[in-house]
């Protein structure tokens, strides 16, 4: 199987959950067997250069070209694909088509919908290879609930929902074009199969490559502290961040509880939360994070906005860290409030649920164990990559099953 993957950069350094599937998920779907060439920007800190072969993998790396946010304004793109639809990227994907043969063309995220235009119209007079949609999330969904719910610069709301707009109406177009879409939860891929019930829609969920700590005891001589770990440049990250804290940090400093969050992001945007929440330890972007699960009783996920599956989940579980989450956080994994995480309904409970179990050492051990049992066998990066190869050898079948 030959294969054409479109993405929007390099995925290393693996800096946010975007970049971790994609970068996991191709190199999986390589190891089982597919010849892959892989379109996208470079990335400054990355080892691969154009034209770098990895096994079954090569490397079609365009230099980054300075990009102004606002431009996307006056394009039928929204945002997250109009950046990556540079005139060399265009050039590169032309050549690519024009020169080879492909079996298949994934568009990866949302970020691939701009070139589609351009994969249709070289293949207009004759068989197209199969189209592929990697969903990262149900994007009109989770961006028309983000631009909703931004309460930031009255002028940029009408903007972001314009963007949201934009979003969704290129997504339908890639899921009616598309001859397999993978949705990354259960939940996203009902919403696929509602909007487009004759397309095929296959859950792909990460898979997980890092520590697995076997076991872990929390005494009283681990802080009374919770963590918080993510990525926030995105903007719906940001206000679940900033919505977050405005409610928790009250609760957990009248408690003596510390809230530290980790992971870059937006620097005026930390600045400036640093300013606002003096109790709370905003560290930054790290080079690890596995120490700071080690200092935590509690992990947190306050994920009102921003729809999809979290990685950090999958660090937060094997890496043996109790998970306190906001209700609808935690999809497309097996936890059960209660007995593997604490789910609540709002930031108040979620900020009161964790000053209430804090020190409830026998339940923590307990969620963090359940956790771990249950999602141990769960989330394979290797049987994702032959899952997806298969799904798209099935769609052979199809055709032949139409022409007969």
């Known amino acids: 199987m030959k294969c054409l993957w479109l993405t929007w950069i390099d995925p290393w350094p693996e800096h946010d959950g975007q970049r971790i599937y994609s970068g996991r998920l191709v190199d999986a779907f390589a190891a089982a067997g597919a010849e892959v060439t892989v379109l996208s920007t470079a990335h400054h800190a990355s080892h691969r250069r154009d034209g770098h072969v990895e096994g079954n993998i090569r490397w079609a790396l365009v230099p980054a070209e300075r990009y102004l946010p606002w431009l996307s304004v006056f394009s039928s793109l929204p945002h997250i694909a109009h950046r990556p639809a540079t005139p060399a990227m265009r050039d590169r994907l032309n050549l690519l088509l024009a020169r080879e043969t492909w079996d298949c063309i994934i568009f990866d995220g949302l970020h691939s ?5 351009h994969c249709l119209a070289h293949y207009a007079d004759g068989q197209r290879p199969r189209l ?3 969903s990262h999330n149900h994007e009109q969904s989770t961006r028309t609930t983000v631009a909703r719910n931004y309460a930031g610069n009255p002028a940029k709301k009408p903007i972001i929902l314009y963007d949201a707009e934009k979003a969704g109406q290129l997504e339908h177009k890639l899921v009616s074009h598309s001859d397999l879409v993978t949705a990354i939860t259960p939940e996203d891929a009902a919403k696929f199969r509602a909007e487009a019930p004759g ?14 700590r076997e076991t872990r005891h929390i005494t009283d001589a ?3 502290r919770a963590v918080l770990v993510g990525s926030f440049d995105w903007i719906a990250k940001q206000m679940n961040l900033a919505d977050f804290l405005a409610v928790a940090e009250p609760v957990l400093a009248a408690q003596n509880i510390e809230l530290q969050v980790v992971g870059g992001g937006n620097q005026a945007f930390l600045d400036g939360l640093r300013l606002k929440h003096p109790s709370v330890d905003i560290v930054g972007r790290v080079a690890e994070t596995t120490s700071y699960f080690e200092e935590a009783r509690i992990a947190v996920v306050p994920e009102l906005s921003g729809g999809g599956f979290k990685l950090k989940v999958l660090d937060y579980i094997f890496n043996r860290t109790p998970i306190a989450a906001l209700d609808g956080s935690i999809a497309g994994t097996p936890l059960v409030s209660g007995k593997s995480g604490l789910f609540h309904d709002s930031y108040v409970s979620l900020a009161r649920g964790i000053a209430d179990t804090i020190d409830n050492l026998e339940l923590l051990n307990s969620l963090q164990n359940r956790a771990y049992e249950d999602c141990r066998d769960a989330f394979n990066w290797r049987e994702r990559g032959e899952r997806l190869r298969s799904s798209i050898n099935a769609l052979e079948g199809l055709r032949d099953d139409a022409a007969a």
């Open 113 to 117: 919908g701009w070139a589609l235009s």
């Open 132 to 134: 592929i949609y990697i």
């Open 222 to 224: 681990v802080p009374r």
């Open 199 to 212: 397309t095929p829609i296959d859950v792909l969920t990460p898979g997980y490559a890092g520590r697995k």
